[in-house]
């Protein structure tokens, strides 16, 4: 089955983390160039993190330092963690391909929402 199932996010306070999961399935995962998106209330979705099929990985300017991907190829998951948080970083966080290497998957997952609040 072709899919895609992030998990870990929830409730936290400014300053807080949280480490993001993603679970894909029916693609050669190794081969894949994975990333993090987020949509904002509101707005399009964007993409924050990036990371190649050899490790290499990109960051959105606004999470350049707090956010960090990760990925297990042993275990088709992609993780992002999160630190620092901050309000403007709630959203709901999505995985997916990076459309410049590798054509997305036909269906997004269910995303995992962060909201960041005191």
């Known amino acids: 089955q072709v899919q895609l199932v992030e998990s870990g996010g929830g409730l936290v306070q400014p300053g807080g983390s949280l480490r993001l999961s993603c679970l894909a399935s029916?693609?050669?995962?190794?081969?894949?160039?994975m990333a993090w998106y987020r949509q904002a209330p509101g707005k399009q979705r964007v993409l924050v993190a990036a990371?190649?099929?050899?490790?290499?990985?990109k960051y959105q300017e606004s999470v350049k330092g707090r956010f960090t991907i990760s990925r297990d190829n042993a275990k088709n998951t992609v993780y992002l963690q999160i630190n620092s948080l901050k309000p403007e970083d709630t959203a709901v966080y999505y995985c997916?391909?990076?459309?410049?290497?590798?054509?997305?998957?036909?269906?997004w997952g269910q995303g995992t929402q962060v909201t960041v609040s005191s």
């Open positions: 990371i190649s099929s050899g490790g290499s990985t």
């Open positions: 997916n391909t990076d459309p410049r290497y590798d054509r997305w998957y036909d269906s």
């Open positions: 029916g693609r050669r995962f190794s081969n894949l160039a």
